[in-house]
C-alpha cells in the first residue's frame, strides 16, 4: 500500500508562509488527495482536495484566499502553500488520499493518511 510522508512544517511568525508536502511511497493511484488539520482539542478540519488526473480543486471556504492545493504528477507529490499564516492556522497538517470520484471534505472517505506535519504561528 502506498504511504504518504508530510514535510516542510515548522514554527512561522504570523503573517509568513509555509509549503507543506506530501510525498508517495510509490505511484499514487489515487483519485484524488487532500489536506486537512487538527488543533489541540479541536476535530480534524478539511483544507483542501484536488483530482490527481485533472488538477481540480475544492477548498475550504475557512482558508480559500491564503491556501493553495498542488500537485506533481510524475513526482507523486501533493503541496499545500499556506500563505498570510495567522496563530490559529497552528496545527498538526496531514494529507490523505481517496478513491472516491467526489471532491469530498468528509475524513471518513479517506482512507490513506500520512503521519502529520506540525506548524506553530507564532504572534
Known amino acids: 500500500q502506498v504511504q504518504l510522508v508530510e514535510t516542510g512544517g515548522g514554527l512561522v511568525q504570523a503573517g509568513g508562509s509555509l509549503r507543506l508536502s506530501c510525498g508517495a511511497t510509490?505511484?499514487?493511484?489515487?483519485?484524488?488527495a487532500a489536506w486537512f488539520r487538527q488543533a489541540p482539542g479541536k476535530e480534524r478540519e478539511f483544507l483542501a482536495v484536488i483530482s490527481w488526473s485533472s488538477g481540480a480543486t475544492y477548498k475550504s471556504d475557512s482558508v480559500k484566499s491564503r491556501f493553495f492545493i498542488s500537485r506533481d504528477s510524475a513526482n507523486n507529490a501533493l503541496y499545500l502553500q499556506m500563505n498570510r499564516l495567522k496563530p490559529e492556522d497552528t496545527a498538526v497538517y496531514y494529507c490523505?488520499?481517496?478513491?472516491?470520484?467526489?471532491?469530498?471534505?468528509?475524513?471518513?472517505?479517506?482512507?490513506?493518511w500520512g503521519q502529520g506535519t506540525q506548524v506553530t504561528v507564532s504572534s
Open positions: 510509490d505511484t499514487f493511484n489515487y483519485y484524488a
Open positions: 490523505a488520499a481517496t478513491n472516491s470520484r467526489e471532491l469530498l471534505s468528509t475524513s471518513r472517505v479517506y482512507k490513506t
